[in-house]
Each structure stands twice: as C-alpha cells, then as structure tokens.
C-alpha cells in the first residue's frame, strides 16, 4: 500500500457480503458494487430463496449481465431443513459457489425459509466441515423473549459456541458482527473462524438511530448497538488482525418500504462504503491497515488470490458530498437512499485499474 497525505492506493477491495436482490433492483445497484469491488460474496435471501447451485448458478448470470467482466461475483446457498448433503457436496465442487448461509428462521429479511432449530442441520453443518466450505451466519436468536438488543450476544452463547466447539474444522464467519461480544467471540477463536464488518455499524451507535426522531434508513438487522459496542469494533477492523473483514451487508429496500410504518430492514451504501471507510480508518489513525481489511483478510480466509487491480483514494480540503439516492432502473418512481454516514467526509475514490 502507498500513501501519501492526500492520496491513497490500495489493492483493489472485495466486498463480503451484499445484496442484489433480482430483477430491477439487481440492475440498479450491481454497477455500484461492480464500480469499486473486484468480488463480492452474494446473499441468497431472495423469494423464493436461492435453494440449489442451479439457482445459485442463474442468479450469477443475471447479476454478470448487469455489469463487466472485471467483476466477479461469489455466490451463496441458503440453507434450509431440508438442503440434502448432496447439494451441498455439489457446492463445495463447483468454482463458483464459495459459501452457505445460515439465517435463523425469522431473524431478518426473506428468512422464513431458515432454519428453526441448528440441530435439525448438523448433519450438513458436518459434511461442510468435511468439504471445507464456508459456513456464513446471521447471528442472532429469534426467542420473542429475547430483547433485540441481546439478540447476537445470546446467540453466541446459546447456538455458535456450541457448534465451534462441536465443528472445530467448520469454517465459519460471523456476518455483521455488532458488538464487543462479537468481537471478543472471535478474537477467541482458531484461524477457522473470522467476522465481517459492515461500515454503518462503525459509525453509526443507537443514539443516531433513535434520538430526536426516528431515522428508518439506519434500521438494519442485527441493530447499531450502544457507543462501546461501535468502539469495540473500530478497535477490531482497525487493528489489522486478519479474522476481521469488509461486508458492506448492503441491503437496498425502496425508499418507501423504509420510511413506512413497518420499515424494512437494510443499509444500502454500496456506493460510498469506501468513502466512509477511509474516514472510519483516518479517524483512528490507521490507514495503513485499510487495504487489510478490505483487499487482503477476507481473500485469505476464503483462499481467494489477492486482486490484482488497485483502487485510489483521494482525500479532499473540504467535505464530500454523495448522491442522496439512487434510481431504481425501469421504474423512475422508485428509489433506493444512499447511507448517510452523518458525518463529514473527505475521501472519495479517484480511480481503480
Ligand atoms: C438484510 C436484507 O435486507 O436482506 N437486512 C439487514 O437489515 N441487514 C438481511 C440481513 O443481512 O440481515
Ligand atoms: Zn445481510
């Protein structure tokens, strides 16, 4: 990595976790992934759920239609009760499929197809481990009894410990990890197990989200936790260890699902997560250790080779500003809001080869 005060050149970032969605949406927010990543590891949670690598397999051709070669993206299935062994041997055998995702029933977006109770999959959960490929886990209880806030620090307890302890050669990655328990989680754990981070919960606590007016485009799942909670990550992402990694977890809803009576639940920032990220990194002095987080821990894990590409970063003398929304393509009505980091910055991307 070069760097100079004004300027920033790093290999040329993935992301690893996002949201295309289908259809109109995939056509609008693909090109905004495509236009700073090299890979991204792709979601499954569409309706009807991306189930089997032949629909894992067409999402990849609807997505690569929407974008050039330079882009590569990674896909997922979604697991369910009654994913067979089979299909999951099948995935681990195909280039293109890097990792199964695991949502509790219930626990977030379009995850009614998820799993209710983790026993019902050891088996598969077994042959992963067999096969090596990655498991991805949303990470938090549905118990009603539960309050939202506790939700991911119980999961730890009650569902991932146990499995880690059980599946000690699984490889698993906590997604969106948003407290210190998390982290604490994973820094205590064997080189199989790593987190992704997303850029809203380093800069966002649950003050932003709820004082002096509710604000829906910061309500994502899990929810921005308490100010020692968003500290504890920057310390994390921040510090280069190699079990921390960029997933944006860009969730685009419409606007007008999201300032709704019943919002949903999503950040979408795939367009200036890396903007937000080098301010995020500049404030903690240690911009050094960018290009770890975003291009080099994540491909490790996965064993992906480094990119070849790079991605400059320019730092301004005054703030930046965004495009606020993005149009939905096909349908002029509808948009989808930028993530608004609610704080001045300074860098913008200048150029990537
Ligand atoms: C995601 C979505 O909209 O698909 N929403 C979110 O708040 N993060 C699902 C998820 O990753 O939990
Ligand atoms: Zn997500």
């Known amino acids: 990595m070069q760097q100079t005060p004004e300027k920033l050149e790093i290999i040329r970032p993935d992301d690893f976790h996002v949201h ?3 259809s109109s949406m995939l056509a609008a927010v693909v090109p905004e992934t495509a236009r700073h990543f090299a890979r991204a590891i792709v979601m499954p949670n569409l309706v009807p759920p991306v189930v089997s690598v032949a629909q894992a397999l067409d999402y990849r051709q ?5 974008c050039d070669e330079g882009f590569e993206p990674l896909m997922t299935l979604y697991l369910t009760e009654t994913t067979t062994v089979d299909e999951l041997q099948k995935a681990a055998d195909v280039d293109e499929i890097k990792a199964v995702k695991l949502y509790p029933a219930g626990a977030t977006t379009n995850s009614a197809s998820g799993v209710t109770d983790v026993k019902r999959v050891m088996p598969l959960l077994e042959s992963m481990a067999r096969s090596g490929l990655t498991l991805c886990v949303h990470g938090e209880v549905t118990d009603p009894d539960v309050d939202i806030f ?3 620090a119980v999961f730890i307890d009650r569902i991932l410990e146990p499995v880690r302890r059980e599946l000690p050669e699984l490889r698993i990655v906590m997604e969106h ?5 998390g982290v604490d989680f994973v820094r205590s754990g064997s080189a199989n197990l790593a987190a992704t981070v997303t850029p809203h919960h380093l800069i966002l606590n649950r003050n932003d989200l709820l004082v002096g007016g509710i604000r829906p485009h910061y309500y994502c799942l899990p929810i921005v936790k308490r100010e020692k909670h968003r500290v504890a990550l920057r310390k994390a992402v921040t ?5 921390f990694f960029l997933g ?3 969730a685009p809803h419409t606007t007008e ?6 919002g949903c639940a999503g950040v979408f920032n795939a367009s200036n997560t890396m903007a937000c990220l080098a301010q995020v990194f500049e404030e903690e002095g240690a911009l050094q250790n ?3 987080f975003c291009s080099l821990n994540g491909a490790d894990f996965y064993r992906l080779p480094h990119n070849t590409e790079r991605l400059v970063l320019q730092k301004a003398t005054k703030p930046v500003s965004f495009p606020s929304t993005l149009a939905v393509a096909g349908d002029s009505e509808q948009t989808v809001t930028v993530f608004d980091p609610g704080m001045d910055i300074y860098w913008t991307v200048v150029d990537h080869t």
């Open 290 to 292: 960018l290009e770890a």
């Open 62 to 66: 609807r997505i690569v239609s929407h």
């Open 239 to 243: 510090s280069g260890d190699c079990r």
């Open 177 to 181: 990890i948003t407290t210190s328990d």
């Open 248 to 250: 944006t977890d860009s």
């Open 257 to 262: 699902t999201k300032e709704a009576a019943c």
């Open 20 to 22: 295309f969605r289908d």
């Open 150 to 152: 506790d939700r991911e």
